[in-house]
Antibody
Framework: QVQLVQSGAEVKKPGASVKVSCKAS????????INWVRQATGQGLEWMGW????????GYAQKFQGRVTMTRNTSISTAYMELSSLRSEDTAVYYC?????????????WGQGTLVTVSS | NFMLTQPHSVSESPGKTVTISCTRS????????VQWYQQRPGSSPTTVIY?????PSGVPDRFSGSIDSSSNSASLTISGLKTEDEADYYC?????????FGGGTKLTVL
């Protein structure tokens, strides 16, 4: 069965960086894009960007340009999202979600989420 | 970029039918597919509708989606409401370079 298993919760200080992992199983990792979506407590979903695990191509939401980097390690079927220059407003649950390359708009499976807390 | 606007909350009784709207601010709603996600408290989102009106396997046919070009909006309709349908629902669409989520609608089944 398809699974996206994310790394555990993180606590970071303002100005630091965080790197969240998303390990895929149950399907061919390079056949689906990985998107990252975040959700602050009590708030809605916010799309951050996507990565094609086959080519490594990425696309980032304008809001996160220059602060986010999405990468992958195909040998272990794992995608990564690194967010730098953290501030308190970045405190949120971060989700990875896969999308078929032929239907990049359809997030059919989601990870369990990773809580990132930014606090001094 | 465009926005997707949803009502903040809706409520209805078990067994009834409820419709949640999602209005696109600019560009045609028919130009890009709309998806709907259900999120129960403490859980990750799951898809209930994709490509405007398609249901993933395992989603009951009580869930249906549609688009209306005249109002530039999409709708999620849930019939025969059950208490387990109580959740937040998000619409989502896209343009050439961005994915956009609506603000979410809290459905209360009381």
């Amino acid at each position: 069965q398809v699974q996206l298993v994310q790394s555990g919760a993180e606590v970071k200080k303002p100005g630091a960086s965080v790197k969240v992992s998303c390990k895929a199983s149950g399907y061919t990792f390079t056949s689906y894009d990985i998107n990252w979506v975040r959700q602050a407590t009590g708030q809605g979903l916010e799309w951050m960007g996507w990565m094609n695990p086959n080519s490594g191509n990425t696309g980032y939401a304008q809001k996160f340009q220059g602060r986010v980097t999405m990468t992958r390690n195909t040998s272990i079927s794992t995608a990564y999202m690194e967010l730098s220059s953290l501030r308190s407003e970045d405190t949120a649950v971060y989700y990875c979600a896969r999308a078929p390359v032929y239907a990049m708009y359809y997030f059919d499976y989601w990870g369990q989420g990773t809580l990132v807390t930014v606090s001094s | 970029n465009f926005m997707l606007t949803q009502p903040h909350s809706v409520s209805e009784s078990p067994g009834k039918t409820v419709t949640i709207s999602c209005t696109r601010s600019s560009g045609s709603i028919a130009s890009n597919y709309v998806q709907w996600y259900q999120q129960r408290p403490g859980s990750s989102p799951t898809t209930v509708i994709y490509e405007d009106n398609q249901r993933p396997s395992g989603v009951p046919d009580r869930f249906s989606g549609s688009i209306d070009s005249s109002s530039n909006s999409a709708s999620l309709t849930i019939s025969g409401l059950k208490t387990e349908d109580e959740a937040d629902y998000y619409c989502q669409s896209y343009d050439s370079s961005n994915q956009v989520f609506g603000g979410g609608t809290k459905l209360t089944v009381l």
